[in-house]
């Protein structure tokens, strides 16, 4: 039985073009940097929701994207023929010597006709399920025996051809990656070795009793590898998670702490304390009280989102509450604009906005009509919990 499905979506010129590849010289492993969205939300947003989009922007705005399967801990969907080309790792990231940077050999000119692009899903707080990997490992394996490829060197990341950050967790954990590649080629063979349940690029010498304390920013709260917040990330602990301090670790505000998710995985690694809960406890150990950066009324309204509709009017609907939707929609990485500063958060319902609602409503399965209303507000606020 087959690691994957078939499940294609209609040749359109925006995300499957219908032209045949030149044959497969690689996999090109990414990740779908859209927290929580299964398998299927990435069927129906390339398949209808892309096109639909494009259909009303002018050429130059308009979006190739695509990849061929999609992994989930649940399922994995090829939503483009193998044989044919997916727009999924000619992007342009860095120029070097006034040409795109490109940097597997293998795949020049254009990475799209010489591989498969497979995308594993991620979960709420931007890590891979273990089941998604799992499968993700099966799905791998499986191509590499049908195109006899060698899972060490055929396996890349898109960020190994482009530079783009992707797959954003195996950018800043390489041997995660590797042992990734490890384990598909001991499925070739029949072994199924379990994924390891901690991150292994942090190291730490200080000792010290541990303490639980809670994430309290409601911004969530992310792990990092060394302390700075320039290092690596580990992943993003959202609001309300639950942590162990390490009593004494804390240098230029910065800790250590573990964290031990439900499936029973622990990660390891350094948060700013500001922004964990302090108790008796902490304090008695030398450690001064952690205190929000943010006044206690922003924090707990932040994410308190506004009823009602929103959409794009003449003149546009400015104030608290379309502050309040931008930055919840920020949070879970819908940006109405990245590049901008403070990404977008303007307080003003606009195009850039509604577009941010849209691609979250194509996501999870709502209408996708860039209009905030109720389903909407409830879908958000179930992610945000």
Known sequence: MSAYRNQYIDINKWTRPGIKNNGVKKLVVHYTANPGAPAANHYRYFGQTLPAQNRNLSEKKQTFASAHIFVDRTEAICIIPLNEVAYHANDVQQIVNGQPYRGVAALKPNANFLSVGVELCIEKNGTF??????????????????????????????????????????????????????????????????????????????????????????????????????????LNLPNGTVVKYQLGSTVNGWGYVEYTNSKGQTFHGYVNVSYIKSDNELKSGGKKKATSSKPKSTQKSKFSLPAGTFKVTSPLTRGEAVKRIQTALAALHYYPDKSAKNFGIDGAYGAKTANAVKRFQSMYGLTADGIYGPKTKAKIEALLK
């Open 129 to 234: 399920h273990p089941d998604t990997i799992a499968r993700a490992e099966q799905v791998c394996a499986e191509l590499c025996k049908m195109y006899k490829l060698d899972p060490t060197n055929d396996i890349v990341r898109h960020y190994d051809i482009t530079h783009k950050i992707c797959p954003a967790p195996w950018v800043t954990n390489s041997k995660g990656f590797a042992d990734f590649k490890t384990r598909v080629e001991k499925r070739m063979d029949g072994v199924v070795v379990t994924a390891p349940v901690s991150n292994p690029d942090v190291t730490h010498t200080d000792t010290g009793r541990f303490i639980k304390n809670t994430v309290v920013s409601s911004d969530g709260l992310v792990l990092r590898t060394q302390r700075s917040a320039s290092s690596s990330m580990v």
